[in-house]
C-alpha cells in the first residue's frame, strides 16, 4: 500500500489518496509535473508500485503512459474516522483512458461509503468524466468534487466539457498557470485554484493572469484560492495575493 495515502502540504486539501498510479503528458501544463518527478523518487527508493512508471529523458523524469491500478488502496477512506478533504489520485488521473469503468466505479462506492470526507477529484480529461458520470451507473455524490486542470487558453474547452459533469461542486484548477486564460468563462463552476508552476524548470506566472481569473471569479461568483506564486522557491515567493491570503471554499459544501 506504499504511498496510497499520505498527509500533504498541498493547501487545499488534507490527505492524498491514490488507488491509481502512472499517467501520460498531454498538454503543455504537464512538462514539468511534480508527480512525475515524485514518482521516479519512489521508484529508486524502492516503492514497487511507481515501478517502469516513468523513464528519464533529457535528464528528468517523464511518464512512460503506464497506468497501475492498487486495488489494496481502496479501503483505506474506510479507516480514517476524523472527516478529511481528500485529493484522488494526486499522481495519476482517475480518467485516464487506461482506468478501467470497474475500477472508477469501485472508487465512486467507496466515496458514497464514506460519506463523513469530502473527495476531490481533478482531470485533465474532463470529456471523459463527463461520459461516463452522465450513465444511470453513477450517482452525483453529495461529498464529490469534480474538476478540471487549465493551464492556458489553449485548454479552455476543458471548462466546457467540466459544465456537462453532473455534481455538486465543480472547479477548476489553473495551475500551473503559464498563459492567459482570459477567454475563460466560470459558469456553473464553484471553486477555482490559482498557481504558479514550482520547481527547478518554472515557467513565470504573470500577476495579470491571475488578475483576469479573480475578476472572472468575482462576475461568476465563484470562490477563490490562491494557492502560490511558485517559482524555484516557492516559499519564498509565498501565497500572497493582493496583500491577503485568499483560501475562500465553495459555498455549496455539504
Known amino acids: 500500500m506504499g504511498w496510497a495515502m499520505a498527509d500533504t502540504t498541498i493547501e487545499w486539501t488534507d490527505a492524498t489518496w491514490n488507488p491509481v498510479a502512472g499517467c501520460t503528458i498531454m498538454t503543455a501544463g504537464c512538462t514539468n509535473c511534480y508527480a512525475m ?19 528519464k529523458s533529457g535528464g528528468r523524469a517523464k ?8 486495488h489494496s488502496s481502496l479501503v483505506l477512506p474506510t479507516s480514517w ?3 478529511r478533504r481528500v485529493f ?20 465512486w462506492l467507496v466515496m458514497e461509503e464514506t460519506p463523513r470526507h469530502t ?7 474532463p470529456d471523459r468524466m463527463a461520459e461516463i458520470l452522465s450513465t444511470s451507473a453513477f450517482k452525483v455524490l453529495p461529498n464529490v468534487w469534480l474538476g478540471t486542470s487549465v493551464e492556458d487558453g489553449r485548454v479552455l474547452h476543458r471548462l466546457d466539457e467540466l459544465r456537462s459533469v453532473p ?24 471553486w477555482v485554484i490559482v498557481g504558479g508552476e514550482s520547481g527547478p524548470n518554472a515557467r513565470r506566472m504573470d500577476p495579470m493572469w491571475i488578475d483576469e481569473i479573480f475578476d472572472q471569479c468575482t462576475d461568476a461568483d465563484a470562490a477563490f484560492f490562491f494557492k502560490q506564486w511558485g517559482g524555484k522557491n516557492k516559499k519564498a515567493a509565498g501565497r500572497f495575493y493582493r496583500e491577503r491570503l485568499w483560501d475562500d471554499l465553495p459555498s455549496l459544501t455539504i
Open 37 to 55: 518527478r515524485m514518482a521516479a523518487r519512489l521508484e529508486a527508493m524502492g516503492v514497487e508500485k511507481y515501478a517502469g512508471l516513468t523513464r
Open 63 to 70: 511518464w512512460t503512459g503506464k497506468i497501475r491500478l492498487d
Open 81 to 83: 474516522k476524523k472527516p
Open 88 to 107: 484522488v489520485n494526486s499522481m495519476s488521473d482517475l480518467f485516464h483512458p487506461d482506468v478501467p469503468l470497474d475500477f472508477i466505479n469501485a472508487v
Open 119 to 125: 473527495y476531490q477529484i481533478l482531470t485533465k480529461r
Open 167 to 190: 455534481a455538486v461542486v465543480r472547479f477548476v484548477s489553473y495551475e500551473p498557470l503559464i498563459g492567459s486564460v482570459a477567454g475563460g468563462d466560470l459558469t456553473d463552476i464553484h
